[in-house]
């Protein structure tokens, strides 16, 4: 008998010995008060191969993917590995009856989705038949869409499942590198070109309906892809440019376009609108009493899930994880089965502007109401926006930390397994951390006397904010320009997905938190933005950057040009801030005009710092 033992600890998963030869394996864990705890395993030793073994490799040819699937036989067992679509090895694990007790929401809904869509119906008649990919934003509003082209009299064609086949066919039309989920959306419309249906319905989603909100941004990446793959794929794709959770007559007005390339009268519109409303409210009150029920029910642990729908729904780009949680016999609630919508998101990611990161963060938030779930967030290679979800997410969910998965285009599910399977192994064996309070600091109000103020050089138009401020009479500082020092300090603390120039603000923030002096109280300002841009986050994650280093004396107030721009500056100083934006505006105009053939100096460095504009242009 050999005895393996697995401390707790972070991430609490490596053997600490085995003997190899070993037939006979039973596995020691220690608890969190330093008990042993044994358990049998199903490891049955190197001798159960040293007489009867073999393997052989075939070429699945059930889909387009091809896979390589490889199978071991072990006496009279038999395993595989290597399908993506798991057609395999779900009959290995099939026999686990814990596994098969686990319901499979992910398929649940796969299934409710299907119940929306007839394709047998498209061309089954002379109607025309539009197709729908399935990809981005209409992962989760596929009812809705196709219970309104039905009504409007036509045919709905689904796209095939994503496959290796559909990435091929997204980078073969892809203009320029972007993330995964919008290489796919190429694909799914070329495969439905190649379907030869008469249209495909690509809508350009500007914002989408929120529970607690009029409307919840999309990534600009979302709204653009339409008539990026209009432009390159020669086919009859319909681009609606939609803001969501209007009116109708907004609606109306929207789709206009689209009835008239259809044919389709606008008297039409009304009936088959409410209909598809219908349709799409039903669907989410079916996953909703879903998973209310599931919650009802005695279990120990459950993975909330949560994400994009595009990446949680879509089995090719997360590998498989509903099939790989229900094998590992865990119950998943993916976003949108949890009753989320009312909770409060203040101080908790209140100002993401993105509709799918906040549904996100209010199913993580809900989570904290029941010590028995526990966060997972699927994310994809690149994704600007995710990096700050991510950090809210370990802000809030402090004492149970979420398990990150992050994909891209490499298929390597078996890695992704053993993730999960650490992650379960130290829900099951560790104790329940002590709740730690979020580090995160309020934003400041926009208010004269929260001064000095400090700017990061982010332009010349900083000078115009530094001229504003001291002509209302506040001290005001434009920073010197970033170096390499500020540079290393910036990428210290962030996480390498957030865009580069975050980092070197990031610095430049640090520097001025470690000047010698006394740390008299002092604001950082710098000019945000209201569209759904990563700089809407930049404030929220620099407060939570000086909480965490301890620097209580420095401030962070990011103004968006909006109400808050209006509260710190007052009209008078609105007024001159407008003043020295447009004349720093015309001073590089003339300069590029008139130097055009002159050799640049290169820019100061370190404390050097080149004089800015000042005179009554700046009120300075």
């Not at 006979?24 to 490891?43: E, I, M």
């Not at 119950?331 to 949108?336: D, I, Y």
């Not at 370990?394 to 994909?407: N, W, Y």
């Amino acid at each position: 008998m050999t005895d393996i033992i697995r401390r707790p600890g972070e991430g609490g998963i490596a053997a600490v010995g085995i003997d190899i030869g070993s037939t006979s394996v039973k596995a020691v864990a220690l608890d969190g008060q330093g008990r042993v705890q044994a358990r049998p395993t199903k490891f049955r030793g190197l001798d159960a191969i040293s007489t009867s073994y073999d393997t052989r490799t075939f070429e699945c040819q059930h889909c387009e993917n091809r896979c390589a699937v490889s199978v071991v036989h072990v006496g009279d067992t038999k395993a595989h590995f290597g399908d993506t679509c798991e057609r395999y090895t779900v009959r290995d694990a099939g026999r686990d009856p814990q596994a098969r007790s686990v319901p499979d929401l992910f398929a649940e809904r796969e299934a409710l989705v299907r119940g929306f869509i007839d394709d047998d119906d498209a061309g089954a008649d002379s109607r025309r038949t539009v197709g729908l990919p399935r990809a981005s934003t209409l992962h989760e509003y596929l009812p809705f869409w196709a219970t309104l082209l039905r009504e409007l009299g036509f045919g709905v064609r689904l796209s095939p499942p994503s496959n290796s086949r559909t990435l091929e066919l997204g980078n073969r039309h892809l203009p320029a590198e972007t993330c995964l989920p919008i290489k796919m959306v190429f694909g799914h419309v070329a495969a439905l070109r190649d379907a030869s249906v008469d249209h495909i319905l690509v809508p350009s989603v500007v914002t989408l309906d929120d529970p607690t909100r009029t409307t919840g941004q999309v990534c600009p990446f979302t709204s653009a892809v339409p008539f990026m793959a209009r432009a390159a794929i020669d086919a009859s794709i319909l681009t609606p440019p939609l803001i969501l959770g209007r009116e109708f007559s907004h609606f109306a007005e929207e789709m206009e376009p689209v009835l008239e390339e259809l044919g389709v009268a606008p008297t039409r519109l009304r009936g088959a609108y409410d209909e598809a409303l219908a349709a799409q409210t039903a669907f989410r009150q079916a996953l909703r009493l879903r998973g209310e029920s599931l919650l009802g029910a005695g279990f120990t642990h459950a993975l909330v899930v949560v994400g994009r729908p595009y990446n949680l729904f879509d089995p090719y780009l997360n590998l498989n994880l509903g099939r790989h949680l229900q094998r590992l016999g865990v119950l998943a609630l993916p976003q949108g089965f949890l009753p989320a919508d009312d909770v409060d998101l203040t101080d908790r990611g209140e100002r993401l502007p993105w509709r799918f990161p906040r549904d996100a963060m209010r199913a993580a938030v809900y989570s904290l109401g029941d010590p028995r779930l526990h966060t997972l967030l699927v994310t994809n290679f690149g994704c600007g926006p995710d990096s700050f979800v991510q950090k809210y997410l370990t802000d809030a969910l402090s004492d149970r930390p979420p398990l990150v998965l992050e994909f891209d285009e490499h298929r390597g599910e078996a890695g992704m397994v053993t993730r999960i399977e650490a992650y379960l192994d130290q829900i099951r064996e560790q104790p329940p951390a002590r709740p730690r309070r979020p580090v995160r600091m309020p934003r400041p109000p926009a208010r004269l006397d929260q001064g000095p103020f400090y700017l990061p050089y982010f332009a010349d138009h900083a000078y115009a904010f530094e001229g504003a401020l001291r002509f209302l009479g506040a001290r005001a500082e434009v920073l010197p320009l970033p170096d390499a020092e500020s540079i290393a300090l910036g990428e210290a603390v962030a996480t390498g997905k957030e865009c580069h120039a975050y980092a070197i603000v990031a610095g430049d923030l640090l520097r001025l938190a470690a000047r010698p002096g006394p740390r008299e109280p002092a604001t950082f300002l710098f000019h945000s933005t209201q569209a759904p841009c990563l700089l809407t986050q930049w404030g929220e994650g620099y407060r939570m950057t000086l909480a965490e280093q301890g620097h209580g004396h420095l401030r962070v107030l990011d103004t968006g040009g909006g109400q808050a721009t209006v509260d710190l500056f007052g009209m008078r100083g609105v007024t001159q801030l407008w003043r020295g934006l447009v004349a720093t505006d015309l001073l590089i105009g003339w300069l590029r005009e008139h130097h055009r053939d002159r050799q640049v100096a290169a820019p100061p460095t370190g404390s050097e710092r080149a004089p800015g504009p000042r005179g009554w242009l700046f009120g300075g």
